[in-house]
């Protein structure tokens, strides 16, 4: 069988996790990545291509795709909801127009299947807790909206040109593989864990919780996080399901257990062994207050498992901060 993947956005946070996973299982991997986002250098060996490209580049995505390949893999987003407020043009562009000029191209290819990364941002407010796959699709934020777009229209070319397309709704991705140089190094950083290790670590000097007046325990958000290679194994699995025949289309991918602020706040003060204040500031617009994944579809269907624990998570994510750091100091 063709063993050759296309990583959209694959030197990204989660898609670099993923080409090593792929590499590491014996698939021949091409990364495309435009570099608009997070680090900028290639951290793989030479046997790993690499090309410096955006996805909306007619002519020289025609030229990759003259080599066949049996699946792509799209991590190729811009992905804070806090900012596609500020700017739902840029969102809009990028993870809306952009992945049609791509989709475009690969019609008629001898590309098979295309797996598609989602988020639960899709579903906006839950009425219904955990959230399953069948939940209303109401986003709150541009980022979300853009996500549920492409979901649609992928239905549209799997049903009409025959397509296989396969969506996993990420919840909180997080963690790193800190021992092959991969992490989370956004810029700028807008996720919990990274951005509380940063102000433990002295990179940050404040470190702010927008919002205690939530419908929670504790009055903050509460959100589902999973490790970054329970993600990346949840492709795999996809992948073979569909290879298989499988039909299910649509897939949560979370731990199914839901950790507010101050939970997560209270298990680095554990990992780190550091004390420290927070500065709690007003709510931002688009924080849903609570999403947990109901991922029984999952589970049962893909004969997906989380790996990870949020001990796990915050453990590999701090050796990876501390990397980061000496990074820097050493410039």
């Given at each position: 069988m063709n063993n050759k993947i296309l990583v959209l956005g694959g030197?990204?946070?989660?898609?670099?996790?993923?080409?090593?996973?792929?590499?590491?299982?014996?698939?021949?991997?091409?990364?495309?990545?435009?570099?608009?986002?997070?680090?900028?250098?290639?951290?793989?060996?030479?046997?790993?291509?690499?090309?410096?490209?955006?996805?909306?580049?007619?002519?020289?995505?025609?030229?990759?795709?003259?080599?066949?390949?049996?699946?792509?893999?799209?991590?190729?987003?811009?992905?804070?909801?806090?900012?596609?407020?500020?700017?739902?043009?840029?969102?809009?562009?990028?993870?809306?127009?952009?992945?049609?000029?791509?989709?475009?191209?690969?019609?008629?290819?001898?590309?098979?299947?295309?797996?598609?990364?989602?988020?639960?941002?899709?579903?906006?407010?839950?009425?219904?807790?955990?959230?399953?796959?069948?939940?209303?699709?109401?986003?709150?934020?541009?980022?979300?909206?853009?996500?549920?777009?492409?979901?649609?229209?992928?239905q549209n070319y799997e049903r009409i040109y025959g397509l296989n397309c396969g969506i996993l709704r990420y919840f909180n991705a997080c963690g790193s593989d800190y021992k092959n140089n991969l992490g989370e190094c956004h810029n700028p950083e807008t996720h919990l864990i990274p951005l509380l290790l940063q102000y433990v670590n002295g990179r940050r000097k404040e470190f702010y919780v927008y919002g205690d007046d939530y419908n929670t325990k504790d009055g903050t958000c509460i959100r589902d996080y999973i490790h970054v290679y329970d993600i990346c194994q949840a492709h795999l699995d996809l992948l073979n399901y569909m290879i298989k025949g499988g039909k299910e289309r649509h897939f949560n991918i979370g731990s199914g257990t839901g950790y507010s602020i101050l939970e997560i706040i209270d298990e680095v003060k554990k990992c780190t062994k550091k004390d420290f204040s927070i500065i709690y500031k007003k709510r931002r617009d688009g924080d849903p207050s609570i999403l947990v994944a109901d991922n029984s579809l999952a589970k049962q269907k893909l004969k997906w498992r989380p790996r990870y624990n949020l001990s796990d998570i915050i453990k590999s994510a701090w050796e990876w901060e501390k990397i980061l750091s000496n990074k820097i100091n050493k410039l």
């Open positions: 030197l990204g946070y989660i898609g670099s996790h993923m080409v090593k996973l792929l590499h590491k299982n014996g698939y021949e991997v091409t990364i495309i990545d435009n570099l608009s986002n997070g680090r900028k250098e290639n951290p793989f060996s030479s046997e790993i291509k690499f090309a410096n490209l955006d996805i909306s580049d007619v002519g020289s995505i025609r030229e990759v795709l003259k080599e066949e390949f049996l699946a792509v893999f799209h991590f190729a987003a811009f992905i804070e909801a806090g900012e596609s407020m500020s700017k739902p043009e840029k969102y809009y562009k990028n993870n809306v127009a952009n992945t049609i000029e791509f989709l475009n191209q690969i019609i008629g290819s001898k590309i098979k299947y295309l797996i598609f990364s989602s988020t639960a941002a899709i579903y906006g407010e839950p009425v219904k807790l955990p959230i399953c796959e069948k939940h209303k699709k109401d986003p709150v934020n541009i980022y979300g909206h853009s996500k549920l777009i492409i979901e649609e229209i992928l």
